[in-house]
């Protein structure tokens, strides 16, 4: 007589089966499509390149130190700086304050009418000794002693103190207004020097609020370029996500939906009361329940 065997099936409910061959072809299919270049560019990083006002601040940076005209790459770096002066900004006014030193400096600042001054200062003094030597010649006359040896010696003695005063006078003239051309020079010394201390300070809160509008404008660039990216990944992974969804809807259908046992019996012989009993237990309770 052939052995009997019997083949035990478990399967679950038609719509749940159908339901999860279509997942997995919808999956396959998902993963099996990779992303094009394009897509792979939008959801890669990528960096603001820089703007008009950080390349302006830049420049000015690169000319008051000097140096030439900046060339900038595709993404707004720099790539190339020009031939420049060499002379910083602040140079000009050094270089001004160094003019107002030296033996020389107060040339430059004495006064064009000094001369003028001085002509018409000694002038006077000359119109002013002859009228004292005609007075000195009008009482040595009342006095009889115009022409002697006493009266000879007075005016001798009035023309050594007249030259004297007038040399004196001329010196005092030449003086003054060569402490003038000194201090006008050193005052110029103090001006550029300030100057040339002022320039870079000034310069430099040019460059740093040019500066800080480009970073400013800067970020504004990225968090752009990021919230595309971000698009970008959003709606690559959307399918996903929707797949997601419906791979936890089919579970949990299915964790509520009971599994259809089927017993085959195979090989010949017709089944006894013993094996219809094991058959019709099996398909109500499983192997498990009747032997447990």
Request: proline content about 4%; glycine content about 14%.
């Amino acid at each position: 007589m052939a052995e009997t065997t019997y083949e035990t099936i478990a399967r679950r409910a038609p719509f749940l089966e159908a339901a999860g061959e279509s997942y997995i072809d919808l999956l396959t299919q998902q993963v099996g499509t990779a992303p094009t270049a394009a897509e792979l560019q939008a959801m890669g990083p990528q960096v603001a390149g820089q703007n008009v006002l950080t390349q302006a601040a830049q420049q000015q940076a690169a000319t008051q130190a000097g140096l030439g005209t900046l060339t900038f790459g595709p993404q707004g770096q720099v790539t190339g700086v020009g031939a420049g002066t060499g002379v910083a900004g602040y140079q000009p006014y050094l270089q001004a304050a160094q003019a107002a030193t030296g033996p020389t400096a107060y040339q430059q600042y004495m006064s064009p009418y000094q001369q003028d001054v001085i002509s018409t200062t000694l002038a006077e003094f000359d119109r002013q000794r002859q009228i004292q030597q005609q007075q000195l010649a009008g009482t040595q006359v009342a006095q009889g002693a115009f022409g002697q040896g006493r009266g000879q010696i007075a005016q001798g003695e009035f023309a050594a103190q007249s030259d004297r005063n007038r040399a004196a006078l001329q010196a005092q003239l030449l003086q003054q207004g060569f402490g003038q051309a000194q201090q006008l020079a050193a005052q110029q010394f103090e001006q550029q020097k300030g100057l040339a201390s002022l320039q870079p300070s000034l310069a430099a809160t040019g460059i740093q609020q040019l500066g800080a509008a480009g970073t400013s404008n800067l970020a504004y660039q990225q968090a752009i370029l990021d919230a595309a990216r971000q698009q970008a990944q959003l709606a690559y992974q959307e399918p996903y996500t929707r797949l997601g969804a419906l791979g936890t809807g089919i579970a949990s259908v299915a964790g509520g939906v009971p599994v259809s046992q089927t017993v085959t019996q195979t090989g010949a012989g017709t089944p006894g009361a013993l094996s219809q009993a094991i058959t019709t237990a099996a398909g109500a309770y499983g192997l498990g329940s009747l032997f447990g």
